[in-house]
């Protein structure tokens, strides 16, 4: 892996490079990790021009859930007497005599950029911007193989929960069972807090477990993921409880579906986030649901949940092949309940198959 993440810092440093900054601070995590290897609490990259260094506050665990640093990088764990990493950062490249500092504006706090510039007065600081957030965009083929294992951990988790007893249990141990359940599959963690949400409460998106137990008749909604070896993916589900589903709950099923499917068939290189958007969107609208949709319709997923692309109305972009996305349209319908269905899906060529399903588990409605 030691070339990959030395390709991926040199295709930054020539992009920066050409802008006229010859050293660049990476400090959010998720972009550490991306490029090092790693992330270390607290830990910043410095990509020098003299050499690439990641400065710890303490030294990594060495645990294979955190990553390893990449061999090439020089690591230094700091005395605790040494103050803020990203200052010694600062100092380092100054020392190096580099002019000109690129950091991520987005992530440091107003105090961190302060102590910068004190630290290093002459060294003049640009914004980095979104930069290695939009080179994260297209995954390579072992960042899907993680997402794919995470997928198959979600699948797992959520089979076995579909075979136990849920009538009487509450949406926050129902929450805490899926999350033992993913660590128990091989899992690092939750990708994300999960969500159970049962009878009035289904359909809302992020909705945190109650203490509302399950009852007869109830829908119950289901969002869980797995974080496998710092990548995300993300599953969504709804299920009728005990009985066979009412008409108005199998018509709102059915037109959800309907929604996810024609979003999910959207998704191939060169389309526009927003046609993505628009595809499952105009069914729910044409139904009367518009002004309660949620304001996307799905997101990108990798080393954070909710990355970029964007599939909003108003997002700007095309999809390249080797982008995973979600794709989860919903309804809720105030006072009694509604449906969720989300999927992780990888966009491909058509002639490869096109989309990949990540996560498999059914979308029948089926009455537990």
Known sequence: MSEVFGARRGRLRDRCAAAGSAAVLISRPANVRYLAGTAPPGAVLLLGPEEDALLCPRTPTGD??????????????????????????????????????????????????????????????????????????????????????????TDQALGELLESILVGRTERHLALELERRLVDHGADGPAFPTSVATGPNSGRPGHRPSDRRVEEGDFLSVCLGANYRGYRCEIGRTFVIGTSPADWQIELYELVFAAQRAGREALLPGAAYREVDHAARQILDAAGHGEALAPRTGHGVGLEIGEDPQLAPAAMGKLDACVPVTVEPGVHLPGRGGVRIDDTLVVRQEADGGPELLTITTKELLAL
């Not at 002019?99 to 105090?111: C, I």
């Open 64 to 153: 294979p859930a955190d990553g390893r640093p990449d061999e090439e990088l020089r690591l230094t764990v700091l005395p605790t007497s040494a103050g803020d990493p990203a200052v010694a950062a600062a100092e380092l490249a100054r020392s190096a005599s580099a002019e000109a500092l690129s950091v991520e504006e987005h992530h440091l706090t107003v105090a961190r950029h302060r102590a910068l510039k004190s630290a290093a007065p002459h060294l003049r600081i640009t914004d980095l911007g979104l930069a290695v957030e939009q080179q994260r965009i297209v995954k390579d083929e072992d960042e899907i193989a993680c997402l794919r294992i995470a997928g198959e951990i």
